[in-house]
């Protein structure tokens, strides 16, 4: 995911009028308490083909091209309803706002994307889950308030939570939790991952494959030619070029001479510390109060969920293994194990320490003090 600079985005004036007819129609239909009856004009090329102007022909979510497949315009606070919200009448006042516009493609848009043939995550769609903030209902209310869950390519800082390692699978970049992630013990990141299926298994190799391309060419990128193709890469008309900038910064950043080392090479080194923010977001933290050979083998952890009974396995580096895929937070890998956007995962799953079952939740209640929720 990429930056896509929307400011002093403005639609065609002809397009613009006809929108505003139709908008028109649809607040007196709201008004009214009638059926409203929203025109795509979203989809027509004045306002599509300005879109792509910004970034070239890609999603702009999973930034896969968008070739010979229709191009989708979604909306990012959806205009007909909230999926999460029952009653909630969707955001109708921005359906034809084009700041509220995103490029998808049909996987992050519609589903679609498979795991080892199985289908994963749900997509975007109508979901528009919030992290924290006042939730808008009406044209007047204050958007601003909002605390999206999902990441935003149009929004400035949104894209540098998102990071990529070397095997191209997509994960949070080291960016610390904000307040609202640690209140709810989310991760926007890993969230953002599952509902768009960003590690779905036709993306992961192609970007490992452009990680690899990108670190060798830039090896010999004092040749103009080499140059070329690195920038051509890394540029926002690329595919995964997210991932191919990563690449090129950690192949720069590795090549810098080393620091000389620090002349108190004789202190010793600190005991580890407990972040109480991290800690109640991911496991990370936690992994020093259990034993490291049962981490080494993998622990057990069970969770229970309308009478089905689901497992997963906590490796030494703190992630989350479900059926095989890697989750670094708790309550994402139990909404990925029950395919339920509302588990709490501290509370869902279970492991036992000293032949003694407790839940995530209550082990990190040992080991991290309590903080103030703001």
Same mark, same amino acid.
């Given at each position: ?140 209310? +204050?958007?601003? $308030?909002?605390?999206?869950? @999902?990441? &935003?390519?149009?929004?400035?800082? %949104? #894209? !540098?939570? /998102? ?111 407990? +972040?109480?923010? $991290?800690?109640?977001?991911? @496991?990370? &933290?936690?992994?020093?109060?259990? %034993? #490291? !050979?049962? /981490? ?79």
């Amino acid at each position: 995911m990429r930056h896509v600079n929307m400011q002093g985005l403005t639609a065609p004036p002809a397009w613009a009028a006809k929108a505003k007819r139709t908008l028109d129609a649809v607040r007196a239909a709201v008004a009214a308490g009638t059926e409203r009856e929203f025109n795509s004009h979203w989809a027509e090329d004045a306002v599509r083909d300005l879109l792509l102007g910004l970034v070239g022909v890609k999603c702009w979510y999973c930034e896969t091209l968008i070739v010979r497949a229709d191009i989708t315009v979604d909306h990012f606070r959806p205009k007909s309803e909230v999926l999460e919200v029952p009653g909630h009448p969707g955001y109708w006042w921005l359906a034809y706002d084009v700041s509220n516009y995103r490029i998808a493609c049909k996987h992050c848009n519609s589903g679609g994307a498979r795991y080892n043939g199985v289908r994963e995550g749900r997509a975007k769609g109508s979901q528009f889950p919030l992290i924290g903030g006042t939730r808008a209902r009406t044209s007047v209310d +204050d958007l601003n $308030r909002e605390q999206p869950l @999902l990441l &935003d390519p149009a929004h400035r800082s %949104d #894209p !540098d939570l /998102l990071g990529f390692d070397s095997g191209g699978y997509a994960r949070r970049s080291n960016t610390p939790y904000s307040p609202a992630e640690t209140n709810r013990g989310l991760c926007r990141a890993d969230e953002t991952i599952r509902i768009l299926a960003l590690n779905d298994s036709h993306l992961v190799p192609l970007r490992a494959r452009l990680i690899r391309e990108v670190t060798v060419l830039a090896r010999h990128g004092d040749l103009t030619d080499i140059q070329q193709l690195v920038d051509d890469k890394v540029g926002p008309e690329a595919p995964y070029s997210a991932a191919a900038a990563m690449a090129l910064a950690l192949h720069r950043a590795v090549a810098q001479p080393a620091a000389a080392p620090a002349t108190a090479a004789t202190t010793p080194a600190a005991a580890p510390t407990t +972040d109480p923010a $991290r800690s109640r977001v991911d @496991l990370h &933290d936690l992994l020093q109060h259990l %034993d #490291p !050979d049962d /981490l080494k083998a993998g622990i057990t952890l069970t969770g229970r969920h309308e009478k089905k009974v689901h497992q997963a396995v906590l490796n030494h580096e703190g992630h989350i293994d479900v059926s095989g895929r890697l989750w670094r937070t708790p309550t994402t890998a139990a909404r990925v194990a029950t395919g339920s956007n509302k588990i709490n995962g501290w509370d869902f799953w279970h492991l036992t320490i000293g032949g003694v079952e407790q839940t995530l939740a209550e082990f990190r209640a040992q080991h991290v003090p309590p903080i103030a929720l703001v």
